[in-house]
C-alpha cells in the first residue's frame, strides 16, 4: 500500500446515535448510582463510602492504565496486527482527564486531612506512629498531592496526543507520523512503568502504611493489562453488534487479544503475585508478613482461595485452548471473568486493611462501583461519536487487516 493512500473499507466505520444513547444512559446512571452511594455510605467524608470509592476508582483506573499500555506499545513495537483495534483503545484511554475529575473524592479528604482510610495524611496519628514519622518524608500531603499532579497530568496529556496524532493522520495521511508516535512512545513507557509504580504505591499500598512491597505496582500493572484488553475486547463485539468494524475486524484479531488475555490476566499477574508472596514469607519481616496473615485468617482466606482458582486455576484451562481465543462467545465470557475477578482482586488489596476479620461487604459498593464505570463508560461513548473507529490512513492498515496468526 502506498504511504498516505485510504485504505477503502467495505465498513461501517463511524458510530453516531448509538454513541450519544448509551453515553447518556451511561452518565445518567453513573451520577444517579455516585450520588445513592454518598447517601448509603455515611456522606462523602464517611469511611464506607470513601473506602468503597476507592476500590471502584482503583478499579476503572486500572482499565484506563490498562488501555494507555496498549496503545503506547503498538507505537512503541510499530505493531501491524493491531492497527484496526488501536482507536477504539485509543479512545477509552483518552478518558485519562476524566479519571482525574474521579479521583477527587479520594484526594479532597487526604488534601484536608479528614481522610478516614488514609492514616498518615492526619498529623495528629503521625505523632503517635514512629513508622509514619519515619516515612513522613514521602507520605505527606504536600507531595502527595504533587505526586498525582504528575501522575494525572502525564498520562492526561499522553493519552489526548495519541489519539489527536491518529485522528489527524485520517485528514492529513502523513506516514511521518508514524514515527513521531514511536519516538514519543519509548521515554514515555519508562515513565508511566514509574508513574503507574508509585500511584500504586500512594493509592493502595499506604492504606496499610507499615507494610511495603517494592514489587506492588508490578502486580497493579497486571491486572491492569488484562482489564485493558478484556475491555476492549468486549467493546469491540459491542461496536460489531451495532454493525460496526463488521468485516475490519476478525478472528485473527481477536486471537490476539485473547492470547494478551491470558498472558497478562492469568500468567503474568500469577507469576507475580507468587513472588511477591514468596519473598515476603521467606524473608519473614514482621513489616511485610502482617499484610498477608491479615489476609489469610478470617473470613478472608475465604477470598484469598478465590483468587488463587479463579484468578489462575480455572482461567488458565478455561483460556488454554487456541480454539477459545478465536470464539467470540467463550472469549466474551473470559473477558467478563477477568474482569470481575479483578474487582475482586482489588477488594483483597484494599479491605483488609480496614477490617481484619470480616468482609466488610455494602450496597454502596455496588453502587459507586455501578457509578465511576457508568461515567468511564458514558465519557468513551460520547468521545467515540462522529470519529472513525478506524486509522484510515495508518500505513499498516493494509497489514492490519490482511493480518493471520501462525
Known amino acids: 500500500m502506498a504511504h498516505g493512500k485510504e485504505v477503502h473499507l467495505d465498513d461501517n466505520i463511524q458510530i453516531g446515535d448509538e454513541a450519544s444513547d448509551l453515553g447518556k444512559k451511561a452518565l445518567g446512571i453513573g451520577v444517579v448510582a455516585l450520588v445513592l452511594g454518598v447517601v448509603v455510605g455515611g456522606g462523602p467524608l464517611g469511611r464506607q463510602f470513601t473506602a468503597s470509592y476507592l476500590v471502584a476508582f482503583l478499579y476503572v483506573l486500572a482499565l484506563g492504565l490498562g488501555l494507555l499500555w496498549f496503545v503506547t506499545i503498538q507505537h512503541l513495537t510499530n505493531a501491524k496486527w493491531s492497527v484496526v483495534v488501536r482507536r477504539v483503545a485509543e479512545i477509552l484511554a483518552a478518558n485519562m482527564p476524566v479519571l482525574a475529575l474521579l479521583a477527587l473524592p479520594v484526594i479532597i479528604p487526604i488534601v484536608i486531612g479528614q481522610s478516614e482510610i488514609y492514616e498518615w495524611s492526619d498529623p495528629s496519628k503521625v505523632a503517635q506512629s514512629p513508622a509514619l514519622e519515619h516515612k513522613a518524608g514521602y507520605l505527606n500531603v504536600t507531595f502527595f498531592l504533587i505526586r498525582v499532579v504528575v501522575y494525572f497530568g502525564f498520562w492526561g496529556l499522553l493519552s489526548r496526543y495519541f489519539l489527536k496524532q491518529s485522528i489527524d493522520q485520517d485528514t492529513s495521511g502523513k506516514p511521518e507520523v508514524n514515527k513521531s508516535l514511536q519516538a514519543v512512545s519509548a521515554p514515555s513507557m519508562i515513565l508511566f512503568g514509574l508513574t503507574l509504580t508509585f500511584c500504586a504505591f500512594d493509592l493502595i499500598m499506604s492504606v496499610d502504611p507499615d507494610f511495603f512491597s517494592t514489587i506492588f505496582g508490578v502486580y497493579y500493572f497486571g491486572g491492569a493489562v488484562a482489564s485493558g484488553y478484556s475491555l476492549l475486547a468486549l467493546s469491540l463485539m459491542w461496536l460489531q453488534g451495532k454493525g460496526r468494524l463488521t468485516h475490519s475486524v476478525n478472528r485473527e484479531h ?27 514469607w521467606y524473608g519473614d519481616v514482621p513489616e511485610e508478613t502482617h499484610w498477608f496473615h491479615d489476609r489469610f485468617n478470617g473470613d478472608w482466606k475465604i477470598v484469598s482461595g478465590a483468587l488463587l482458582l479463579c ?96
Open 254 to 280: 481477536y486471537h490476539d487479544l485473547g492470547k494478551m488475555m491470558f498472558a497478562f490476566g492469568v500468567v503474568f499477574w500469577s507469576y507475580i503475585a507468587f513472588s511477591q508472596f514468596m519473598l515476603i
Open 311 to 406: 484468578h489462575f486455576v480455572i482461567p488458565f484451562f478455561g483460556l488454554l485452548s487456541r480454539h477459545v481465543k478465536r470464539n467470540r462467545k467463550t472469549l466474551a465470557f473470559w473477558a467478563f471473568w477477568l474482569l470481575v475477578i479483578e474487582y475482586v482482586d482489588l477488594y483483597w488489596l484494599v479491605m483488609p486493611s480496614l477490617s481484619k476479620d470480616e468482609i466488610p461487604l455494602h450496597i454502596a459498593d455496588l453502587l459507586c462501583w455501578v457509578g465511576v464505570v457508568g461515567v468511564f463508560v458514558g465519557a468513551a461513548a460520547m468521545r467515540a461519536k462522529g470519529k472513525n473507529l478506524v486509522p484510515t490512513k495508518d500505513p499498516r492498515l493494509a497489514d492490519s487487516l490482511a493480518f493471520l496468526n501462525p
